[in-house]
């Protein structure tokens, strides 16, 4: 009969004791839930260059041109550097010809098939297979109208700042294009892309690796940017505003 009651006493003490520490748990894990919530709001807030919200691999496409610029597949990316290097070695040191080198390659290409055609019925060997190749017409077409898209926005662009009304986007062109003019009259148009390329295939892993640092310093970067141009669009209106009222 003791031996009943303590275990009924035991089992009302341990009731008590779960009723008293659950409202303590619930409240960790709404406190859990509510730091959880301040840690993303943060993580929201933070600048981003550009005002991305994806990670570089997913706003390059998450892809396999993704996977060769950020250098997640060492061996393609490296087999592009390299092809594209000996290119560019071929037509800016040594004055290779695009036209030369393509009937080049053409010839080659054309006398091993030939021959290889025309040996494999004396060694009984087997012919090579050559694939036929043909163009998707909706490939060509879908091709056609991106290209004709990004001419008329450009061209829309143009005609956007040449009638004045977007300062900044006038300046804008003109710091773009003296910058190109200075770059054109230092480097080749093939040296100006091969440096583009290195920088594809440089930026993109730089910025990966050292991507909280570059995001504050161009947050920075751009602030005061933006607080030059306010000063020098404020003095351009006001020299505009005094031509007119002397007119």
């Known amino acids: 009969m003791a031996d009943h009651k303590e275990s009924k006493m035991e089992e009302l003490a341990h009731k008590i004791h779960s009723k008293i520490s659950s409202p303590s748990s619930s409240s960790d894990s709404d406190e859990d839930k509510r730091s959880h919530a301040r840690a993303v709001a943060l993580k929201a807030k933070v600048y981003r260059l550009f005002g991305r919200e994806k990670p570089l ?11 060769i610029l ?15 290097t000996s290119l560019w070695f071929l037509f800016e040191m040594l ?6 080198l393509i009937c080049h390659l053409m010839i080659l290409a054309l006398s091993v098939l030939f021959l290889w055609s025309n040996a494999s019925n004396f060694i009984n060997n087997s012919p090579p ?81 050292y991507e909280d640092k570059v995001d504050a310093f161009s947050e920075k970067m751009i602030i005061e940017l933006k607080k030059q141009f ?8 006001s020299s505009i505003n005094k031509e007119k009222k002397k007119d």
């Not at 004055?95 to 030369?100: G, P, S, V």
Request: glycine share 8%; hydrophobic share 50%; aromatic share 12%.
């Open 230 to 237: 306010a000063v020098l669009e404020k003095k351009v209106l």
């Open 129 to 209: 297979t050559i694939p036929e190749v043909v163009i998707p017409e909706k490939c060509l077409l879908k091709a056609a109208s991106c290209f004709t898209f990004e001419i008329n926005r450009t061209l829309d662009i143009v005609r956007t700042t040449a009638t004045g009304k977007d300062l900044k986007t006038f300046l804008g062109a003109i710091a773009g294009l003296w910058f190109l003019s200075i770059l054109g009259s230092c480097f080749h148009f093939l040296t100006m892309v091969y440096i583009v390329f290195i920088l594809l295939y440089t930026v993109p892993v730089f910025y990966e690796k």
């Open 57 to 67: 691999h997913q706003v390059l496409g998450a892809g396999k041109p993704a996977d």
């Open 95 to 100: 004055d290779y010809h695009l036209i030369t």
């Open 70 to 84: 950020l250098w997640r597949n060492k061996k393609l990316s490296g087999g592009a550097l390299g092809g594209v």
